[in-house]
């Protein structure tokens, strides 16, 4: 079986094509199409990337806001969703996801030691864990933290349904490995 992204943004990125050079099929969604409420699409994930509630890089958070039902289906049903920084000092930026999570914008290297017992941990696998640069944190939410908790306010994830959604503030493109993982251990759901 084959493994599809949806991309959701306004345009192509460099990301999709990162994605594409880990052996995943991905589909950009537009933010028209995720707000449209008769799109339809099969994916195994969708990734929100980071600056998604910023307007100066996107339109995408009205969409998302108007997705959220179906963004929540989409995961009971065994998507999967990883969502990147709002790039914005927004604390309710994520209100469209089907848990509570406060952000506070603040970009800056930080070190994050992830903990053994949670494969989201991979995430940043290519990178050196006492410097990566994230644009923010997470201070409040109702996820599990990936991480050491004083050192990994970056990371969270939540099961919901059949599906995982993780939120990370992490300002790199996740690992080859971990996104291959996320992918592969999801349903291919329909976005309905």
Not at 107 to 128: F, Q, W
Not at 148 to 159: F, G, P, Q, R, Y
Request: aromatic share 10%; charged share 20%; net charge negative.
């Amino acid at each position: 079986m084959s493994c599809r992204a949806g991309f959701v943004w306004g345009t192509k990125q460099h990301f999709n094509r990162y994605i594409e050079e880990c052996g995943i099929t991905c589909e950009l969604v537009t933010p028209h199409m995720l707000a449209a409420p008769f799109y339809r699409g099969t994916f195994n994930c969708l990734i929100i990337p980071t600056g998604f509630a910023n307007p100066a890089y996107s339109n995408l958070l009205p969409a998302l806001r108007a997705a959220s039902p179906r963004i929540k289906k989409f995961v009971e049903n065994g998507g999967n969703l990883l969502v990147f920084g709002a790039a914005t000092d927004k604390p309710h930026a994520y209100d469209w996801l089907p848990f509570r999570v406060e952000y506070r914008h603040d970009c800056h290297p930080r070190r994050i030691e992830c903990s053994p017992c949670s494969d989201t941990g991979t995430l940043i696998d290519d990178y050196n864990p006492q410097c990566i640069e994230c644009d923010g944190s997470f201070s409040s939410h109702d996820g599990e933290m990936a991480g050491i908790a004083e050192l990994s306010d970056v990371i969270i994830e939540k099961k919901i349904g059949e599906g995982r959604i993780v939120v990370t503030s992490v300002h790199e493109y996740p690992s080859r490995k971990f996104l291959i993982e996320f992918c592969r251990s999801a349903t291919q759901t329909l976005f309905k």
